[in-house]
């Protein structure tokens, strides 16, 4: 498996992929790194070069994650990376590109997109929808039949009821309760959730 992004997340994607028993691992960075643990970091290879190996990008930015997805998609095949402590219902399905981190829950017949974070010991419960390049962040609890757009990023110990729409591209801050649908590119914060601000997209 390729990890492309020798970050503080990629520390924890090697650790996952070693929790699974992942064969072989090896890191991609854009810039040239030192080596991460035993493992070296290497220069992508050239556009006009195949990619053989499964990728996994560890960016924690979702903009930024997603760009290099269109990018490396031309000729990578993704794979995910699932921590070995996680619980994911065997009617759930993880899209291509996800990390699933230690302590996870994922219950039954929820759904979750390509390249998203679903970061330590967040709680996503039933019938939950979530879409591309979202990050769950730690202690995250998503209850019943949410749904949360492409791109949102939900902070840390953030709540939300159960059947509550997030739009895409939001940011939902650390410890935010939410009881009410966000529409997209707002930013909610506080107990209850007020939005804050709603970017203007061009």
Not at 149 to 156: D, K, V
Request: aromatic residues 4%; contains cysteine.
């Amino acid at each position: 498996m390729i990890i492309y992004g020798a970050s503080g997340h990629g520390k924890v994607i090697i650790e996952i992929l070693e929790s699974a028993h992942e064969p072989a691992i090896e890191i991609w960075d854009d810039a040239d790194k030192q080596p991460v643990w035993e493992y070296p970091v290497s220069r992508p290879l050239p556009p006009d070069v195949p990619i053989n190996d499964k990728m996994v990008i560890s960016i924690g930015t979702n903009a930024t994650r997603k760009k290099v997805a269109e990018r490396m998609g031309r000729k990578a095949q993704f794979g995910t990376a699932i921590h070995a402590t996680a619980f994911i219902s065997k009617r759930a399905t993880i899209g291509e590109g996800t990390v699933v981190m230690a302590g996870v829950t994922v219950n039954a017949d929820t759904k979750i997109g390509d390249h998203c974070i679903i970061n330590t010991s967040a709680s996503i419960d039933h019938d939950c929808v979530l879409g591309n390049y979202v990050h769950i962040s730690p202690n995250a609890t998503l209850s019943g039949d949410v749904q949360v757009g492409e791109g949102t990023h939900i902070g840390s110990g953030a709540s939300v009821i159960q059947g509550i729409k997030i739009g895409k591209w939001c940011t939902i801050g650390a410890g935010t309760v939410i009881i009410r649908d966000i529409p997209d590119h707002a930013t909610a914060v506080g107990n209850p959730a007020r939005i804050i601000k709603v970017k203007e997209m061009e």
